[in-house]
């Protein structure tokens, strides 16, 4: 199974979606990982539910968020993948005002939707090696 990106950000409010989606999804590509976007359930009439939202949180190697619009709904998703302790990657266009997330200082702002691409591309290239490396177990002593 291809690690996965679950990917938080504005859709409906925002007139840049698709070209914004597919600059994350060039990025991800280029690594070899998958995005899953809840909002594509959305599109597809499935409500939102905690349960299914808590259990994609959990199967992904990494969140990532693009705060861009100041959107309530990317927070409490954020808020969510915090608590549930996983990596979140937080992003935003330069000049998007960032408000309660943990580590806010760590947003990586971006100029351009290139701009986002080439930035996620370098930031999740470890991450998906990682997740391609086989771990051993730690040694254990008696």
């Known amino acids: ?8 950000m504005p859709v409906g409010s925002d007139p ?3 070209r914004r989606r597919a600059a994350i999804e060039r990025a991800t590509a280029a690594v070899g990982l998958a995005t899953l976007l809840p909002a594509d359930r959305l599109h597809a009439q499935v409500p939102f539910d905690l349960d299914h939202a808590r259990r994609d949180l959990r199967r992904a190697r990494v969140v990532l968020a ?22 979140v990657v937080l992003v ?4 998007t005002p960032i408000h ?9 702002f971006y100029d351009s939707l ?9 930031v999740l290239r470890p ?3 990682g997740a391609r490396t086989t771990a051993k177990p730690a040694a254990t002593t008696a």
Do not use: F, W
């Open 66 to 87: 693009d705060l861009t619009l100041e959107r309530p709904s990317c927070y409490y998703e954020v808020g969510l993948a915090q608590a549930l302790n996983r990596r």
């Open 114 to 122: 290139d701009d986002l691409s080439a930035k996620l591309t370098r």
């Open 127 to 129: 991450i998906a090696a």
């Open 92 to 95: 935003a266009e330069r000049g």
């Open 1 to 8: 199974m291809t690690p996965m990106v679950y990917v938080i």
């Open 100 to 108: 309660q997330a943990h580590d806010r200082d760590k947003v990586i």
């Open 16 to 18: 840049a979606y698709e």
